[in-house]
């Protein structure tokens, strides 16, 4: 017997009682991918088994239904595949060296233990155990950035006020360090992690900022507005890495014998796949970040082919036999 639709029914109404605003049926529908006329059915069959939803109308006229809170309580618990998963993520963090945001998982994961009933606690022991040690997250081999924690905790205070910080920067390319003025907007974490902040002289395009660069930082009493039109994610997507560069179209051709593989790989959110005749593959986005993709078409070596932009095929105009390492 197939439980999708009661499981589904669960879900809505722990949704309902998780959103102070409650969820409307466009709400609804997108989470469960379903129609408005579908949508409507699994409201109607929560507010059945839990009469006390309330029903709330917004500002834009929209109609929203909630769970009071502790309604739904006694039903929640956690599966030991959960809880692995926020600890793993939390040895992710620190794999990382980012401690604040580990520390934070951590205590997530410690708070929610502590609602589990003792026999449901130990019965999941073994099985959590076992998960968060077969993930090996905690072991991974490889360099890790350097992040001084009193930088990374001023800095996020500075974003949640909206407050300029002035702070001392020896960038990669930088003879010296200089004291610089910046408007905080967020971070992008990766093989190094950045800071991505517009200057407050001139506070145009924003700009990213090594973490591991910044050091004696104050946060200033002058605040900012975000500009509305800014998003980190859009920011992101301009380059293939962190390196911002104006963005072009990238075209790459995968043999036969890579493109199993390749399409195994996310590229860049924009990217499009097309299958080729003879089995090869071949695939288009548009991002900055010429060098780093260098960096990256290395490891497939003569398995790839640059077609756009001929700036990067002129870096990768030569063999590059690390194909043969890859598992």
């Known amino acids: ?53 309330d029903e709330v109308t917004s500002d834009q006229r929209i109609k929203r ?29 620190r794999r990382d060296n980012r401690d604040i945001q580990a520390r934070s998982l951590e205590s997530v994961a410690a708070k929610l233990r502590t609602v589990l009933r ?5 019965r999941l022991a073994p099985d959590h155990e076992a998960l968060v ?28 006020a909206s407050a300029e910080v002035s702070m001392l920067y020896n960038g990669h390319r930088d003879p010296e360090a200089k004291r610089r003025r910046v408007r905080p907007y967020g971070f992008l974490y990766g093989h190094r992690h950045y800071l991505v902040a517009a200057s407050a002289d001139e506070p145009g395009r924003p700009k990213t900022f090594c973490l591991s660069g910044i050091a004696e930082i104050v946060i200033t009493n002058a605040t900012f507005v ?76 003569d398995q790839v082919e640059v077609l756009s932009p001929p700036e990067l095929a002129v870096r990768c105009a030569f063999h590059r036999p690390a194909w043969e390492a890859l598992p």
């Not at 003792?118 to 130990?122: A, C, F, K, M, T």
């Open 1 to 53: 017997m197939r439980f999708e639709k009661a499981e589904q029914l669960l879900q809505l109404a722990f949704d309902m009682q998780s959103s102070a605003e409650g969820l409307s049926l466009r709400d609804i529908a997108d989470r469960f991918a379903v129609s408005i006329r579908t949508a409507q059915r699994m409201r109607d069959a929560v507010m059945r088994v839990f009469p006390q939803t």
């Open 65 to 93: 239904w909630r769970i009071p809170p502790a309604t739904t309580q006694r039903l929640v618990s956690f599966s030991a595949e959960e809880l692995a998963d926020l600890d793993a993520a939390a040895l992710a963090l």
């Open 118 to 122: 003792p026999e449901v606690s130990r």
């Open 133 to 160: 040690e077969a993930e090996g997250i905690a072991m991974e081999p490889g360099p890790k950035p350097r992040v001084d924690k009193d930088v990374l905790n001023a800095l996020r205070r500075a974003i949640k």
């Open 226 to 301: 975000r500009p509305p039109d800014f998003s980190l994610a859009d920011f992101a997507e301009r380059s293939f890495g962190v390196w911002q560069e104006e963005p072009c179209d990238v075209v790459w051709r995968f043999t036969p014998r890579a493109a199993v593989q390749a399409r195994e790989f996310v590229f860049h959110p924009s990217q499009t796949l097309q299958d080729q005749p003879d089995g090869g593959l071949i695939v288009r986005f548009r991002a900055g970040g010429l060098l780093e993709m260098a960096w990256h078409l290395y490891c497939w070596g």
